[in-house]
C-alpha cells in the first residue's frame, strides 16, 4: 500500500460509518450485545471486536491498522505513552533470570527500565557501544533474551547497523526491539530490515501537533496477540478515543511534517557546522559525520532533531544563548509544528537521570517555521554570546 492510502483511507470504513470523511469518535467505555452467544463470541476475541474499550475501541483500531501498515508490520499496539509501549514490549520478552543487552545512552527512561526496575526482579543487562554490531554479539550470554536498540539515539544520534545486529539476534534466537522514534516509519523501517519489534514515541512526529501523549508497538500479529492478552490488559496503560483520533487527524499531514522538518534541520545543521561559536554538530546526516554512509544506507533522509555544542567556557553563556532565543521555545519533547530548544546544563536539576552530556550542549528540535528565520534567530543568541 502507497503511504497517500494508508494515510488516508486504510482503517475507515466510511459506508459503516454513513459515508463521514474524519473517522467517528467511539466515546465509550462500553459495548451491549443482542445475546449470550453474541457476547461470548465476541469475548473470545477481544483484540479484534468491541467488548470493552480497554480490549479494543474501533476508533483505536483504525489507527493501529494504518501505524501497522506505515512500519510493514502485520499488527501494532497503541498506549498512553512511549514509555508505557517500551515498557509493554520489553517485558513481553524478558522474564526473572533472563539477561538483555542494550545499545549505550538509551532515552532516559528506558534506561531506568532496564537498569533499575527490571533489576528488581532478576533481569541483569549489559550496555554496549552500538557502533559496531560486533559488540553486541560478545556481549550475548546464555540466558540473554533480548537486544535493544535506538538508532539513532535522540540525543547524540549515534546508530546501529541494524540489519547485522537483527542478523546476529537471529541466528541465536533473541528478539530485537528497536526505538525508532527519531525517524518515524516515514524514514526507516526497521521491520524490514529484520528486527521483530518496533517502538515509538509516538507522542513525537506520529502525533504531531504536541497535544497527545502516546506511545506504539509493531510487530508480528502473534507477538501483537502475546502482549494484548499480558502486559497490555493486565497494565491497562491505554490510549483514549479522543486522543486516538487526534492522532488519526495528525496523521493526515505526516508525510508533509516530516519532510518539511528534515528540510530544514539539514538547512540549520549546515549553518551550525560553519559557524565559529560552535564547536561541534550532531546530525545523522551532517557530511562530517562518520556513519554517514550507514545513515544513508538505513535511513531515507535526516529527522528534525540535531544538537550543538557551543564553543565557550562558562555555563551562563549557555544561559544567555537559550534565553535569547525568540523562535525556539525551551521545552523537551519534539515532533511537533513548533521549534524546540533543550540546554542540557538545565538537567543538573533533575534526579530522574544522570547526565552524562556536556553542559555545553543543547538539542534543537526544527519545526515546520521558516528555516532561514531560525537560523537569524540562531545567529543573533550566538552574538550575545
Known sequence: MDISHILNHLGEDREEYYGAVAPPVFQTSNFAFRSVAEMREKLTKELENPFYTRGYNPTVASLRKKLAALEGAEDALVFSSGSAAVAAAVMSVVKAGDHVVSVKKPYSWTNNLISKYLAKYGVTHTFVDGGEAINFEKAIQENTKLIYLESPNSLTFE???????????????????????????????????????????????????????????????????????????????????????????????????????????????????????????????????????????????????????????????????????????????????????????????????????????????????????????????????
Not at 556513519?291 to 549557555?318: F, N, P, R
Not at 538537567?347 to 553542559?359: H, R
Open 159 to 385: 546508530m546501529q547497523d541494524i540489519e547485522a545486529v537483527a542478523k546476529i539476534a537471529k541466528a541465536k534466537g533473541i528478539t530485537t526491539i528497536i526505538d525508532n522514534s527519531y525517524n518515524s516509519p516515514l524514514n526507516q523501517n526497521p521491520i524490514k530490515m529484520g528486527v521483530d519489534i518496533v517502538v515509538h514515541s509516538g507522542t513525537k512526529y506520529i502525533s504531531g501537533h504536541s497535544d497527545v501523549v502516546c506511545g506504539v508497538v509493531c510487530g508480528s500479529h502473534e507477538r501483537i496477540m502475546k502482549m494484548f492478552a499480558e502486559e497490555y490488559m493486565t497494565i491497562g496503560s491505554i490510549i483514549s478515543p479522543n486522543d486516538a483520533a487526534l492522532i488519526l487527524r495528525g496523521l493526515r499531514t505526516l508525510e508533509l511534517r516530516v519532510n518539511k522538518s528534515a528540510d530544514s534541520a539539514k538547512k540549520v545543521a549546515d549553518f551550525a557546522e560553519n559557524h565559529p561559536k560552535i564547536k561541534s554538530v550532531y546530525y545523522p546526516f551532517s557530511s562530517k559525520n562518520p556513519q554517514l554512509a550507514l545513515a544513508k544506507k538505513q535511513m531515507k533522509q535526516g529527522g528534525g532533531l540535531l544538537s550543538i555544542v557551543l564553543d565557550v567556557k562558562e555555563e551562563k553563556q549557555m544561559e544567555i544563548f537559550c534565553d535569547n532565543l525568540k523562535r525556539f521555545l525551551m521545552a523537551t519533547s519534539w515532533g511537533g509544528y513548533e521549534s524546540l530548544v533543550f540546554p542540557f546544563c538545565a538537567l543538573a536539576a533533575s534526579k530522574s537521570f544522570e547526565n552524562p552530556l556536556p553542559w555545553n550542549m543543547v538539542r534543537l528540535y526544527i519545526g515546520l517555521e521558516d528555516p532561514d528565520l531560525l537560523i537569524e534567530d540562531l545567529k543573533q543568541a550566538l552574538d550575545k554570546i
